[in-house]
């Protein structure tokens, strides 16, 4: 007994610490103020905007070739012959090389880069409108599961109504022992389901904190209920003029690098121009007796070269680019056709919804009242144990089937306004 004490009294500690602990203060979200939490925080954003500005710092290579090539080493060596003496002697060197001519390639380079930078903007901008989208969808995720959630277990606690309900009309011979069973075997079923959606609502907080940024932080959700379906609203995500879309543009952008690529790799027979200058101190391995007596050189020139080593391995680089560039080309025209199709897809699918959304509200009290009118009914004896649970569940159903159609719709609402913003960027 005294070490259950020992055990019990440091535990009991502990959770009155815990208790009496300031709790940290939930962070209130409004779905509006949503693409600014997502824009601070992400990280996936945050990544591209970076990769993004890495690019842009890689451009300007073109001009940049043009500057001079300054060099400088200095050193010491000792250097004898079979027929000399051991000399020791200092060295150095100035040197100078401008590139005049490369074949062409710096500027293919350069092209390459300045479309490597457009991708990267285009695939932070394709970052940006997606992870909005998703948490757009987090949030009409959250919403919905705990607007079934509170009413899962409003349902518990009216299912508690018909056990009681059941078990006095057993006892007075109106019903028979099954009519108490299967209501006390459904409270079993919702109680399941009543703690299913309790993780559901954890795991969906958790993927909507995660796209803002902020795991682990406490939220409150300011809007708890689904706008309801404006003709606006429709209208403005059936419109044809889906215009140029950024991941059609990203698309282009890479073929636009696999063709500069190309083009630079199949330019390896074109020599290179290089203007030098030199000033010297020689070593003694080179000029021994410039050297030994201290005779500094300059030099002035030009010189032309060919790569005739690299000249195979770039004409297979030069092929390798070429079959890239037509698959990416490929791709293009690919997802070009996708993409319309998933456009016009959106816009049936959020029309069909609309259709759906304006019967869903009036089913859902039909059903209301039906399971009403029912208990009513049973309460009376002019219903049955099965009769209530059927009007029971159909009113379940018919609740939630208009939560999951509120947000599928808003989802694919979000999924069009997504698309619909990256594609009024470029226009």
Known sequence: MNLRLLILIPLIGILEFAQAAPQATALTIEFKDLPQLVSEKNKNIEAARLTERAAEARTGYFGRSF?????????????????????????????????????????????????SHRLASLDSKVAYHQEIANAKKAFWEIVALETILEHRREDVKENSRYISSARRRSGAGQATQSDTLQFELYQTTLEGEVRRTEIEVDVARAE???????????????????????????????????????????????????????????RWWVPKLDVYTSYALPQLSEEYDRALFQEKEFALGFKVTLDLANGIESLS???????????????????????????????REISRLADLLKT??????????????????????????????????????????????????HNHVAEMQGLRAAATELQ
């Open 208 to 266: 909507l904190l995660a796209m803002i940024g902020l795991p682990g932080q406490p939220i409150e959700l300011v809007d708890k209920n689904f706008p309801k379906v404006s003709s606006e609203l429709v209208g403005e995500t059936s419109s044809e003029k889906e215009g140029i879309s950024i991941p059609i543009m990203r698309l282009k952008e890479a073929e636009a690098v696999a063709q500069a690529e190309y083009k630079k790799e199949s």
């Open 317 to 347: 680089d030069s092929k390798a680019k070429a079959f890239q560039a037509r698959a990416i080309a490929a791709r293009n025209q690919h997802e070009s056709l996708q993409l319309t199709s998933r456009f016009n897809s959106l816009r």
């Open 67 to 115: 500057l001079p090539e300054l060099s400088a080493s200095t050193g010491t060596e000792s250097f004898t012959t079979t027929t000399r003496d051991e000399q020791k002697a200092s060295f150095w060197k100035l040197e100078t090389t401008i590139n005049v001519f490369n074949g062409g390639r710096d500027q293919l380079e350069e092209k390459s880069r300045r479309a």
């Open 360 to 409: 869903a509200d009036q089913d859902a009290e039909k059903a209301t009242r039906l399971l009403r009118l029912t208990y009513q009914e049973y309460s009376r004896g002019a219903k049955n144990g099965p009769d209530l649970l059927g009007a029971f569940r159909e009113h379940e159903e018919f609740f939630e089937r208009k939560v999951l159609l509120y947000k599928e719709f």
